[in-house]
């Protein structure tokens, strides 16, 4: 099929180009195929309106070009697969959509054509409603596919704009999230080797491989599911498996027993996204329903992973502003948002690749930002992503988290666990040989430009040309030290103090004119680094002996150390006028 013999006109007379290293195939709309050097196919693009590439900025990247005029297939596949994995080539979309894999550069062009029909034959059977709506506007925007998806998808005459924005409302279709009564504390009943290994069994399936060290691995981890006999005396298991043992099903084997039999939640723990999501794909080898797998695993991570709607609301106000690009990325989003698992845009089910065609600002930035959360005050607090998670959590009966994050529960009392106060009563620290680093990671104290610059928010709030939430300490306690003079002192002086701390604007002032103690601090470090560093070229990791210190740099501890204490004093007396 070429772009031509379909039933789609819009997508007659365009082309598909697919750029290799060394050469590019090119697909007429007639269905004849083109073999080019990249500089021809460079010369052809810039006399073509319109052709059909699979991710745009790589293409043009290998063409030497700054942009192309693409129709995008990974803008297509987001609009009309939301939520759904692709790899980001031509023969990843081919598996994602069923199609016969390709084995050459000329095979992968006949899939572009092929893969757009698929996606909007698809789409046709998803009717109007919204989805036409954020293609409407999306079409302001300058998407290119918009004639092409609204024709699939029947729609008429273009919408008043108010209708087109109702569109990207997604607050308004996204469901509530209900609070439940806390689960009754789980049962003590133990698990016998036997259910373990029957429970693996299970898991593995008929005619699987038999490996008799993964049974007695699952068998030898049920000492973990005892009861205690004695108050601060964990049962534990210090288990380790060589590389094809299956080690993951092994566990899991026990804790699924153990989840089911006493009606409780076993967290496994992580220390790397890549095992998060190998967890996630076992996982469905236990709850094959994606219904009941919904209602009985939660991946847990930290809120900067989550995507925040007030984030999203204010993008969308200023793109009505500013109506541009924008309104591509944020339709490409509201397709994504109302179609999640759990609103995870870091290694969840938000394709990384999206971030790289539409930018970070109007995608992975719109996660939730420390300190600017104003919980119970957002208009979609009762919609959040985040308190979604943590609430299904303690009704869940596996959940995945990270190392970082039970470690700071563990620190804090416990989210989501059994009895809803206290702390998870079962837990599989798998990738355990990274706990201790976790733990350093998670409670050590980090002197950074972020850090001081988080803390500056925080405590000042919004400065002029922030676009922030950040009330600021003001604004957090006036009302109630309102009429404590002494208090209302202090807190003028941690404000005033506050100021030495990086300002906005400072990573772009590191390089050239530090201003204040911490920025002269920071930006002295990191010259110091950059000298002595064995490789310095590759921007991130680097490290040096601290001692000798570069000429200044003490001097410049000293002011940062003095301007920080000039801050914790004032500070104190405020903890104790409040106390008071």
């Not at 990843?92 to 034959?121: D, F, I, M």
């Not at 008929?206 to 006999?229: C, I, K, N, T, W």
């Not at 601090?521 to 590759?538: G, K, S, T």
Request: hydrophobic fraction near 40%.
């Amino acid at each position: 099929m070429t772009a031509s013999s379909g039933p789609f006109p819009q997508l007659r007379d365009v082309p598909a180009l697919v750029v290799g290293v060394r050469h590019a195939a090119w697909l007429t709309p007639e269905g004849e195929i083109e073999t080019l050097t990249p500089a021809e196919a460079a010369r052809r693009v810039r006399k073509t309106d319109r052709v059909m590439v699979c991710h745009a900025k790589a293409t043009a990247r290998r063409l030497n070009l700054q942009s192309i005029p693409a129709l995008d297939l990974l803008e297509l596949f987001a609009f009309c697969r939301p939520a759904k994995f692709c790899l980001p080539t031509p023969r990843g979309l081919a598996e994602a959509l069923n199609l016969a894999l390709p084995a050459s550069h000329e095979a992968e062009a006949e899939v572009l054509a092929l893969a757009a029909h698929r996606l909007l034959t698809d789409l046709r059977e998803e009717g109007r409603g919204d989805t036409a709506a954020i293609a409407w506007s999306m079409g302001r925007g300058g998407w290119p596919w918009t004639s092409a998806v609204l024709a699939a998808l029947g729609a008429g005459e273009e919408p008043h704009s108010a209708s087109t924005r109702r569109g990207l409302m997604i607050w308004q279709r996204l469901p509530d999230w209900e609070d439940e009564a806390p689960p009754p504390p789980p049962g003590n009943q133990p698990v016998a080797a036997a259910e373990a290994r029957a429970q693996l069994a299970v898991l593995l399936g008929r005619g699987s491989e038999q490996r008799p060290q993964q049974a007695d691995y699952a068998a030898g981890a049920v000492a973990a599911f005892l009861p205690r006999d004695r108050a601060g005396e964990p049962r534990f298991v210090l288990a380790e498996a060589g590389t094809g043992v299956g080690k993951t099903l092994g566990y899991i084997a026990p804790a699924s027993v153990w989840a089911k039999k006493n009606q409780g939640t076993v967290w496994i723990s992580t220390f790397t996204r890549n095992l998060q999501r190998q967890l996630d794909a076992e996982l469905d080898r236990l709850y094959p329903d994606a219904v009941e797998k919904e209602q009985k695993v939660v991946v847990r991570k930290g809120r900067e992973n989550y995507f925040c709607i007030l984030n999203y609301e204010e993008a969308l106000n200023r793109s009505l502003q500013m109506p541009g690009p924008a309104s591509v990325a944020l339709g490409l989003l509201a397709r994504w948002a109302l179609a999640t698992r759990d609103g995870d845009m870091v290694g969840g089910d938000f394709p990384a690749w999206l971030a790289d065609l539409m930018g970070t600002g109007l995608t992975t930035d719109l996660t939730d930002t420390r300190g600017e959360c104003v919980y119970a005050a957002c208009a979609h607090y009762g919609k959040c992503f985040i308190e979604r998670s943590q609430r299904r959590a303690k009704h869940a009966e596996i959940v995945v988290a990270n190392h970082a994050l039970v470690m700071i529960q563990a620190a804090m009392g416990g989210i989501g666990s059994d009895d809803g106060g206290g702390l998870p009563l079962r837990y599989v620290f798998d990738e355990g040989h990274h706990l201790f680093n976790a733990a350093d990671g998670a409670f050590s104290a980090h002197l950074s430009g972020f850090e001081t610059a988080d803390l500056r928010r925080w405590l000042v709030g919004a400065e002029e040309g922030q676009r922030s939430r950040s009330r600021g300490l003001r604004a957090r306690i006036e009302d109630l030290i309102s009429d404590d003079d002494k208090a209302q002192d202090a807190l003028e002086a941690v404000l005033a103090a506050a100021r030495c701390l990086p300002g906005p604007g400072w990573r772009q002032r590191i390089e050239a004119g530090p201003r204040g103690p911490s920025e002269d601090f920071l930006a002295r470090l990191r010259a110091q680094v950059l000298a002595r560093a064995e490789d310095a070229d590759a921007g991130y990791s680097l490290e040096c002996e601290p001692h000798p210190a570069t000429d200044g740099l003490l001097t410049a501890a000293g002011e940062l150390e003095g301007a920080l204490a000039k801050m914790g004093k004032p500070m104190g007396e405020l903890i104790e006028r409040l106390a008071g």
